[in-house]
């Protein structure tokens, strides 16, 4: 189930519209400008042309990516609280519109150390569940590529967010190729790629793994830089790409681009197009 990040100027609905257009099977949102704290609450009638374009472009699985400014490992009291308040919000528009996951970078200590920031992580979605209780939508944390002081780039903190959440049954993961390679999983070779999985299993547990962003990379193994590239103009290469969108294991999960685009989108079309081709090669 491939497809790719799709903006939402215009309405939220017009991510599935743009997504149609250029062969998208699945899309990834924001839910809201992620340039800003505040947005107006979602209208009946924004949820009901959002579901009417689902059913009219087919587009049936939509996941949602919270807004960048949000650091819910803030040692700063008031930026935590302002950050709780608007993931609340975004879960709260999930909910609403009927999208299953939420994915979420979970967060940076900012000094504060990477024990206190995990801790932190975990309290801020204590919170955000306590304040969401009953909603069938899902946080997905997102693996990160570990720049600066962000976490969530080893399985291991992604294992102890896990064990520090009191409702963890709610909680799931999503997996960034781009991310991965740069916090130092070389998924390059048939090895490291299983060896990779394994430790996910092994930490974590894969069967919480519910959604993919498919990403190449511009920087080198374990560079800690998060830089997105074009699906084999990067340093993934095409071969990564073919054995994991190969991967019974993952079959049927959605599983999107955030490569660079241009407003036509056409970038999208071709990476698209390549990733279809490396799934149909390994599949004659």
């Not at 960048?68 to 879960?91: C, H, M, V």
């Not at 996951?101 to 975990?122: M, N, R, S």
Request: hydrophobic share 35%; with cysteine; net charge negative.
């Amino acid at each position: 189930m491939l497809g790719a990040h799709m903006p939402i100027t215009g309405g939220l609905h017009m991510a599935l519209v743009r997504g149609r257009e250029v062969g998208c099977d699945c899309v990834q949102i924001f839910t809201k400008s992620a340039r800003q704290w505040n947005a107006k609450p979602l209208s009946d009638d924004e949820v009901k042309e959002f579901k009417k374009q689902q059913k009219e472009t087919g587009i049936q699985m939509v996941i949602a990516h919270d807004s960048y400014l949000l650091n819910l490992g803030a040692p700063d009291k008031t930026l935590r609280q302002k950050s709780i308040a608007a993931f609340i919000d975004e879960l709260e528009r999930c909910e609403k519109l009927g999208v299953p996951y939420l994915v979420t970078h979970p967060g940076a200590h900012v000094g504060a150390g990477e024990d206190e920031g995990l801790k932190a992580i975990a309290d801020s979605i204590n919170q955000a569940h306590k304040a969401c209780a009953g909603y069938s939508v899902k946080i997905a944390l997102e693996n990160t590529a570990g720049q600066g002081t962000t976490l969530g780039y080893t399985f291991q903190q992604l294992a102890r967010i896990f064990e520090l959440v009191t409702e963890n049954s709610r909680l799931r993961i999503c997996f960034d190729t781009e991310h991965a390679y740069a916090a130092g999983y070389d998924i390059t070779t048939p090895e490291g790629y299983e060896r990779t999985f394994d430790e996910l299993d092994r930490y974590v547990g894969i069967k919480w793994l519910v959604a993919f962003h498919l990403n190449d990379s511009k920087k080198p193994l374990n560079s800690r830089v998060d830089r997105h590239e074009h699906i084999g103009k990067g340093e993934l290469g095409l071969d990564t790409f073919a054995r994991l969108l190969n991967d019974p294991r993952f079959s049927g999960l959605p599983m999107c681009l955030e490569t660079p685009k241009g407003p036509d989108l056409k970038e999208d079309v071709e990476n698209l197009a390549v990733l279809r081709q490396l799934f149909k090669d390994s599949n004659v």
